[in-house]
Antibody, heavy 117, light 107 residues
Framework: EVQLVQSGAEVKKPGESLKISCKGSGYSFTSYWIGWVRQMPGKRLEWMGIIYPGDSDTRYSPSFQGQVTISADKSISTAYLQWSSLKASDTAMYYC??????????WGQGTLVTVSS | DIQMTQSPSSLSASVGDRVTITCRASQGIGSWLAWYQQKPGKAPKSLIYVASSLQSGVPSRFRGSGSGTDFTLTISSLQPEDFATYYCQQYNSYPITFGQGTRLEIK
């Protein structure tokens, strides 16, 4: 069974750093892309970027380029999304999803990130 | 960026109804369109890809059609579990973009 399990909810202060994770199982992790999608409260889905864990090829949305870093550790079948300096506007639900490469067939359960002073 | 616009933004219907949701792209995207269903507090679920192909396990009452700039998602006979928000997504070019969503509510 294909599963993507994301790390738990986070509460952070503005300016802090954060790295959330997405662990894949039940399939060949290095053979599919992993995408990250943001959903702010009550808003539409926003594509942030994707990574191919097989060779770490990464693409970013211009809206998120420079704001976040997407990475993967294929040895533990885990993808990451990280921020070096969070802002209040980063408060959102973040989903990882398996991409083929750009249609997301399996999704993680989501990680809620709250940034508040 | 390619803009995706769905209509209507919300829709009330009854169990057994046939409903159609429209998605329009700001420029031609061929058939590179997907549809997702999202229930409150849950992750999206993939329904359709390349405009009309059903993902494995998706009931046949869901049908996608269209190409170029205009696409539709039709649910032939609404079931209680179909009340959710539906999103279209283009993947013709980066950045991938989603529609604003159509909320399907029980009448």
């Amino acid at each position: 069974e294909v599963q993507l399990v994301q790390s738990g909810a986070e509460v952070k202060k503005p300016g802090e750093s954060l790295k959330i994770s997405c662990k894949g199982s039940g399939y060949s992790f290095t053979s599919y892309w992993i995408g990250w999608v943001r959903q702010m409260p009550g808003k539409r889905l926003e594509w942030m970027g994707i990574i191919y864990p097989g060779d770490s090829d990464t693409r970013y949305s211009p809206s998120f380029q420079g704001q976040v870093t997407i990475s993967a550790d294929k040895s533990i079948s885990t993808a990451y999304l990280q921020w070096s300096s969070l802002k209040a506007s980063d408060t959102a639900m973040y989903y990882c999803a398996r991409g083929q490469p750009d249609v997301f067939d399996f999704w993680g359960q989501g990680t809620l990130v709250t940034v508040s002073s | 960026d390619i803009q995706m616009t769905q209509s209507p933004s919300s829709l009330s219907a009854s169990v057994g109804d046939r409903v159609t949701i429209t998605c329009r792209a700001s420029q031609g995207i061929g058939s590179w369109l997907a549809w997702y269903q999202q229930k409150p507090g849950k992750a999206p679920k993939s329904l359709i890809y390349v405009a009309s192909s059903l993902q494995s396990g998706v009931p046949s009452r869901f049908r996608g059609s269209g190409s170029g700039t205009d696409f539709t998602l039709t649910i032939s006979s609404l079931q209680p579990e179909d009340f959710a928000t539906y999103y279209c997504q283009q993947y013709n070019s980066y950045p991938i973009t989603f529609g604003q969503g159509t909320r399907l509510e029980i009448k």
